[in-house]
């Protein structure tokens, strides 16, 4: 979820879940929804639940999804971050 302007980019980033688990809460996250990758079946975004991760702890990138897409995650995950 985080770009360039995320404190420490490109030694930890900020991220939301992706499971093949529909909820009703969950952001369904289409094959045109990726710039590049994504997961062989269905994948959903958990907006509530965000994190951070070390790049060295990343070991494949499951791909990249369209700004317009993280920005629709983003705007989910404030509402969970009282914001």
């Known amino acids: 979820m985080s770009d360039d302007d995320h ?3 490109g030694e930890e980033y900020a991220v939301v879940a992706l499971t093949s688990k529909q ?12 710039r590049f990758g994504g997961p062989p079946g269905d994948s ?5 639940y965000t994190f951070t991760i070390k790049h060295a702890d990343i070991s494949s990138a499951q791909g990249s999804i369209t700004d ?16």
């Open 44 to 48: 959903y975004a958990s907006p509530w």
């Open 7 to 9: 404190p420490f980019h």
């Open 23 to 34: 909820r009703p809460e969950a952001v369904e996250i289409e094959a045109d929804d990726w």
């Open 68 to 83: 317009a897409m993280a920005d629709t995650i983003a705007n989910e995950a404030t509402s969970y971050l009282g914001v």
